[in-house]
């Protein structure tokens, strides 16, 4: 059985960094691009990032390039995404999601989620 | 960035009835078209994909359809557990993936 399992979020003040991870289960996570998306409080949905299944390549929105940066450890099972000079604007629950086809590269649909972590930023 | 626009934002159906749910994108995204279903502190659920396969699980009763910039998703006689929120998703011209801002379907 596919599951994933965010952990990492809390309480950080505007500035701040948090480290997000996801724990993979029941897949061989190379082989998989997986993504980060965001949805605020009472908002709709927002892609953040994916990152190929071998770690090498990586995308990101507009709205946190140059923030936040997507990894991976493949031996491990997991996903991480380090979020940097947090912003109110980022409050949300982040969940990590595996791209719908196994060829280790992006540009499907997403199928398994997690349950997500709440990342509140505020001072 | 391509830009996609869900109507309506709020559907009022009663239980048994069809709902039907659109989708445009502001340009052509092909078949790339996933749509997901959302309940309240769960994670969306993949519902179709490649605009109108029916993900593993999913009942008959959920149907996709459309291509190019129009898309729509039909419920044909809506259960209880069906009232949510739907979101679709573009996965065609990325970076970024984008969604609509969702439809939330409620009991009439």
């Known amino acids: 059985e596919v599951q994933l399992l965010e952990s990492g979020g809390g309480l950080v003040q505007p500035g701040g960094s948090l480290r997000l991870s996801c724990a993979a289960s029941?897949?061989?996570?190379?082989?998989?691009?997986m993504s980060w998306v965001r949805q605020a409080p009472g908002k709709g949905l927002e892609w953040v990032s994916v990152?190929?299944?071998?770690?090498?390549?990586?995308y990101y929105a507009g709205s946190v390039k140059g923030r936040f940066t997507i990894s991976r450890a493949n031996s491990k099972n997991t996903l991480y995404l380090q979020l940097n000079s947090l912003r109110a604007e980022d409050t949300a629950i982040y969940f990590c999601a595996r791209d719908g086809l196994p060829t280790g590269w992006y540009g499907a649909e997403f199928d398994y989620w997690g349950q997500g972590t709440l990342v509140t930023v505020s001072s | 960035e391509i830009v996609m626009t869900q109507s309506p934002d709020t559907l009022s159906v009663s239980p048994g009835e069809r709902a039907t749910l659109s989708c445009r994108a502001s340009q052509s995204v092909g078949s790339n078209l996933a749509w997901y279903q959302q309940k309240p502190g769960q994670a969306p659920r993949l519902l179709i994909y490649g605009a109108s396969t029916r993900a593993t699980g999913i009942p008959a009763r959920f149907s996709g359809s459309g291509s190019g910039t129009e898309f729509t998703l039909t419920i044909s006689s809506l259960q209880s557990e069906d009232f949510a929120v739907y979101y679709c998703?573009?996965?065609?011209?990325?970076?970024?993936?984008?969604f609509g801002q969702g439809t939330t379907l409620e009991i009439k």
């Open positions: 990152i190929s299944g071998s770690g090498d390549n990586t």
């Open positions: 998703l573009q996965y065609n011209n990325w970076p970024p993936y984008t």
């Open positions: 029941g897949f061989t996570l190379s082989s998989y691009a």
